[in-house]
């Protein structure tokens, strides 16, 4: 059952790429962990590791066996028409916790995170360079917003795979899109707009 | 160093019930475990257990050395002006998180229930009886409105308190409502109104 298309000495050398990245991730988080000092670690050059993983968000993805990059979503994000960003970015985190074999890595992150200080800093990181800061950027709006749409989204996320609390577990996808897609959208549209609940 | 006010037998009874009142909590969840059970572990009446702790909820709180039962803010939300009533349950969340020795025995809840499946139980009733219910039914909602600004505070809590994301452990505690209050506005107003971020 060998992988196609790779010689047999490639698993090898992954495996030791995402063993190094591990660790180097765990013991100097994210920013502090380099790819040169992951290669070296893990004996090969730094090319070779870029071939095989791409960027160290990428790499980093791949070490805590997340389904996708995170950050990949965000350009899905980003792109549409305006008044469905909300439901775009509700919509890409729910495709990351429904994908098969999605959630088990998520939930790990999550768990390792409150209870580790080491993978909370890790963890803290990715979430700044990968999403929050690409995020906040694009739209031109204060890290702090898109920090609140991330605490609305992983709330939901600890509610309803994590603690199971019953109405958020039984809600279907179209109904946790009602209800969090403008939430989102207050965030990420300009800051200084008070959302309210009266009808457009 | 004796506690006023109190006979020396009286700390060694409290302490017995609330060591009962953990392990049954633990082990049947805030649901299955019953006062008159507890009361019965501890070698106490639960007309005494009532006497030192009330209610079931303010035991589950003391047993878990919560500050306070978060189900007494209940009261504290609903009752002020409709329009103040998001800023009203933001302050009252961030007062239990922000006081002395308030904020380690929920970061030890939130711990212990990412990675215990009987503590997440535990903490998944009690949040359901305890304020789901209750703010649910005292505002005609459905509970998945107030599932929906619970994940928004323990997501904010669990970014702010416990992953340390700078953009959140920064901010003041003005800017925290003025940002959450919205959010907690919409879950809590009617649930058919679709908020939007057009001016007033």
Tied chains: 1, 2.
Excluded: C
Excluded at 35 to 59: E, M, P, S, W, Y
């Amino acid at each position: 059952m060998a992988q196609a298309g790779r010689r047999p000495g490639q698993t090898e050398t992954r495996e030791k790429i995402l063993d190094a990245a591990r660790r180097r991730f765990a013991e100097q988080g994210y920013d502090g962990a380099t790819v040169r000092a992951i290669a070296a670690d893990a004996g090969v050059n730094a090319a070779l590791l870029h071939h095989f993983f791409g960027t160290k968000q990428q790499l980093f993805a791949a070490s805590m066996n997340l389904p996708v990059d995170p950050g990949e979503l965000v350009p899905h994000i980003l792109d549409g028409p305006e008044d469905e960003i909300g439901e775009r970015l509700v919509r890409a985190f729910l495709s990351l916790w429904e994908a098969p074999d999605g959630r088990a890595p998520f939930l790990a992150m999550i768990r390792s995170a409150t209870t580790n200080d080491q993978v909370a800093t890790m963890m803290r990181q990715f979430l700044e360079r990968a999403v929050l800061a690409r995020l906040a950027e694009a739209r031109g709006i204060p890290k702090v917003r898109v920090a609140g749409v991330a605490a609305q989204m992983i709330g939901f996320a600890l509610l309803r795979y994590v603690i199971g609390l019953p109405p958020l577990v039984t809600a279907s996808e179209d109904e946790v899109v009602a209800m969090l897609a403008p939430v989102a959208r207050y965030y990420l549209t300009d800051g200084v707009h008070r959302p309210d609940t009266r009808r457009g």
